[in-house]
């Protein structure tokens, strides 16, 4: 059975898109089978993997809607070579824009994606859900889906902020539609060690969090800011960089605590 994984944060910018493609991408690596799904309208996740938008048929918009199956719509990227390793992407578009909408009329509106996932369960051992910046109703779908939630967290002065808010919302589904979810992690982003600011971020979140604060960190590293505008993970565009040694080790004890 795939273990399914919401990378969720209803504040924009502290790298859930940049966290699911090159954690997929790592996994990859591992030789882990990995499908990447897009729930952003704006589809960063799909262009970070080198899909264009523009081109797709379909997306996931229409396995929400259920027209599609996921196996239909499911695209694979990278060679899958020794040192790399293919993934899949189930990406989105601006048509995701209006699935808000389109999903209250529909039945079972808050775990359309779930159902949808029953048919590729056993063909991966990970699927990343990429979360737009709301607690919206695609996050519903994601959190419905999934059985931990992995949390990036930008360590600067209103990292916290928020996170009460999205840890009502996972709690509000675990006792409504979905028992088995927990949060996954807690993972700091963009992190520099100078400020002090960081250090006091870190010890709030160890304080909540405990050993769900993954040791790994993720440095501000210029090139997982560029890798994107060449459609490629960074581990394909600069494998050397820090910011690919780090997503390889967010890899390595992302696979050991989830025990796959
Ligand atoms: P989100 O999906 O949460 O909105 P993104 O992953 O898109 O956030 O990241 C926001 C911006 O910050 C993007 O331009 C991305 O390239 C950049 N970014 C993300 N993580 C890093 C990092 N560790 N170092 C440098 N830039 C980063
Ligand atoms: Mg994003």
């Not at 499908?35 to 899909?51: E, F, R």
């Not at 949060?183 to 769900?212: A, W």
Request: include cysteine.
């Amino acid at each position: 059975m795939a273990r399914i994984i919401a990378v969720t944060n209803q504040k924009g910018g502290v790298g859930k898109t940049t966290t699911c493609v090159n954690l997929a991408a790592s996994l990859a690596a591992m030789k882990r089978r990995v499908l990447l799904i897009d729930l952003d309208p704006q589809g960063n996740a799909t262009t970070g993997c080198g899909l264009i938008k523009e081109e797709l048929d379909t997306s996931v918009f229409d396995v929400l809607i259920g027209t599609h199956g996921v196996k239909e719509v499911m695209k694979p990227v990278m060679e899958d070579t020794i040192e790399s390793g293919k993934y899949w992407v189930l990406p989105a578009n601006g048509d995701l824009t209006g699935a808000e909408v389109v999903l209250l009329d529909l039945p079972s509106k808050e775990t359309r994606l779930r159902a949808g996932l029953y048919e590729v369960d056993n063909e991966f051992d990970f699927i990343l859900l990429d979360c737009p910046p709301a607690l919206n109703m695609l996050t519903v779908n994601a959190l419905s889906a999934a059985q931990g939630v992995l949390i990036p967290v930008q360590c600067e002065y209103y990292a916290l902020e928020g996170l009460t808010a999205l840890l009502q919302t996972i709690d509000r589904i675990t006792h409504s539609l979905n028992p088995s979810l927990a949060v996954e992690g807690i993972l700091r982003t963009m992190y520099d060690p100078r400020p002090s600011l960081t250090h006091d971020v870190s010890s709030q979140l160890h304080k909540h969090f405990g050993d769900k604060v993954y040791d790994t960190v993720i440095p501000r590293n210029i090139r997982l800011a560029e890798a994107p505008s060449y459609g490629l993970p960074v581990l394909h565009y600069e494998k050397q960089s820090r910011g690919a040694i780090a997503y390889l080790a967010l890899a390595g004890e992302f696979i050991r605590k989830s025990g796959q």
